[in-house]
């Protein structure tokens, strides 16, 4: 199995050494290329195919520290290893000056390569992750909670209130109510902001691989472990962990999870000792933990452990007027991901997103927009762009609309001809004054008429 780190590049102009190296790496299962120039070496650097660089110092031509030079100038994020046997210490500094990572003194110690391969390739993939995490953190950046109900101006403050503390966070809600939205916000209003913000679904890690995911594991700690990994709790630093759908967790994992909570430490897979992490805690679910519990699914210990402060979101059906507010943002959001312009959205075509049930919540949102998005014309997003149960529906408001219109319209002249004496005119429609005076309640006319 090859690792995630990439390919190795081999400069040694020895023939019967590079090729030793070369074969001993390929056993270890890496992808490695050889050559016997700093020039040939430059070429295939230049093609960014490669993750580490191991070259001699002094070769014929184009010396290693050119070579280290020009792959730093290429990519920062390329490992580097000098092999020589004419260590000294104003070479090394000056290798490590220019971007190497280490120095290999000859004759090379095959073990030590190996192992110092293995530490740059998890440096790179550390980094790599970083850089993922950045890209994450800059594209949610433009969602932010939309808090126009009381409902969800409570939540606000809860987030706000959460920042501050270091505490454990629990998050509920339907699945789409944007709890993962809360997690980060409640990250980024905190102190340690500028940390690493690392989520995983549980629900959608195998059970086997749960426990490495959060708390590591050694290399050789199981079939495929061909590699230390840290593990989630440990790689975010002082940032914040956020886990998703924690109900899915078998209980022996609950139980590891509850003692790396109480103690503040993990012990990875495969390891006799255990290591610190400084990671604040945010966990989410869309299941009712009290009833697990009661049911005997979920530990109890450990649901007052996450239970410390809880965050509950209701769902979008609950606040229609956060409605508006959100598709402007999810269409933003959309339009900027796809290079277009945000389009106009017609009146009849937020009355039926207003109207609808949303049972798949603000994900069932952003997906119709993203749909609408695609499909709008220049005029922008009607209700043609949206999917045919939202016609049906715009269909029969209209019709319930077009109703009202007439009936306001006849209850008001039979009031003007009846001088606004109510009594009168309920007695000219055939009903009684008790239910004209809720029909004109109804229909915005509550002040025409007499008393």
């Known amino acids: 199995m090859t690792p995630s780190g990439g390919r190795i590049l081999i400069v040694e102009d020895e023939r019967a050494q590079r090729d030793a190296l070369a074969q001993y790496l390929v056993r270890l299962g890496h992808s490695v290329t050889a050559v016997a120039t700093g020039e040939?070496?430059?070429d295939l650097l230049a093609r960014r195919g490669h993750a580490i660089?191991?070259?001699?110092?002094?070769?014929?031509?184009?010396?290693g520290l050119d070579v280290v030079r020009?792959?730093?100038?290429?990519?920062?994020?390329?490992?580097?290893?000098?092999?020589?046997?004419?260590?000294?210490?104003d070479s090394a500094i000056e290798a490590l000056r220019i971007g190497a990572h280490d120095y290999l003194l000859k004759p090379l110690i095959f073990?030590?390569?190996?192992?110092?391969?293995?530490?740059?390739?998890?440096?790179?993939?550390?980094?790599?992750?970083?850089?993922?995490?950045?890209?994450?953190?800059?594209q949610h950046r433009d969602v932010e909670l939309v808090a126009h109900s009381p409902a969800m101006r409570e939540v606000l403050e809860w987030v706000r209130r959460a920042a501050v503390s270091r505490s454990v966070v629990l998050i509920t809600g339907e699945t789409g109510t944007g709890k993962e939205v809360v997690a980060r916000s409640i990250h980024s209003l905190g102190a340690d902001r500028e940390q690493p913000f690392l989520a995983v679904n549980l629900a959608a890690v195998p059970e086997t691989m749960i426990e490495s995911e959060l708390f590591g594991h050694e290399r050789g700690a199981f079939t495929g472990a061909d590699r230390r990994r840290e593990g989630i709790l440990r790689a975010a630093g002082s940032g914040t962990v956020f886990l998703d759908e924690v109900a899915e967790m078998s209980?022996?994992?609950?139980?590891?999870?509850?003692?790396?909570?109480?103690?503040?430490?993990?012990q990875p897979l495969g390891s006799d000792t255990t290591a610190p992490f400084e990671a604040r805690i945010l966990v989410a679910t869309h299941r009712d933990l009290g009833a697990m519990v009661k049911e005997g699914r979920f530990r109890e210990d450990l649901f007052y452990r996450l239970n410390v402060l809880r965050i509950h979101l209701p769902p979008l059906r609950d606040r229609p007027e956060d409605i508006p507010s959100l598709v402007h943002q999810l269409l933003q959001r959309h339009a900027l991901r796809n290079g277009a312009t945000v389009p106009h959205l017609t009146p009849e075509a937020m009355r039926a997103l207003?109207?609808?049930?949303?049972?798949?919540?603000?994900?069932?949102?952003?997906?119709?927009?993203?749909?609408?998005?695609?499909?709008?014309?220049?005029r922008g997003i009607g209700i043609l762009q949206l999917p045919t149960d939202f016609r049906e529906g715009s269909a029969g408001l209209a019709?319930?609309?077009?109703?009202?219109?007439?009936?306001?319209?006849?209850?008001?002249?039979?009031?003007r001809?009846?001088?606004?004496?109510?009594e009168r005119a309920a007695a000219e429609l055939g009903i009684s004054p008790a239910t004209l005076f809720r029909r004109l309640e109804r229909l915005g006319l509550k002040g025409a008429g007499a008393a």
Not at 251 to 258: D, E, G, H, I, R
């Open 40 to 42: 040939e070496a430059v």
């Open 53 to 63: 660089l191991i070259t001699d110092l002094r070769l014929a031509g184009m010396s």
């Open 70 to 89: 020009r792959a730093h100038e290429l990519d920062e994020d390329f490992g580097v290893l000098l092999m020589t046997a004419y260590a000294s210490v």
């Open 111 to 138: 073990e030590e390569v190996a192992r110092k391969v293995s530490g740059l390739l998890e440096q790179r993939e550390l980094k790599r992750e970083n850089a993922r995490l950045r890209r994450a953190v800059q």
């Open 251 to 266: 209980p022996p994992v609950q139980a590891k999870l509850l003692r790396a909570l109480e103690a503040r430490e993990v």
């Open 354 to 378: 207003c109207q609808h049930p949303w049972r798949g919540n603000a994900r069932e949102l952003a997906n119709v927009l993203e749909r609408a998005l695609i499909l709008a014309d220049d």
């Open 399 to 415: 019709l319930q609309d077009a109703v009202n219109r007439s009936e306001r319209a006849h209850i008001a002249l039979v009031l």
């Open 417 to 422: 001809l009846c001088g606004g004496n109510r």
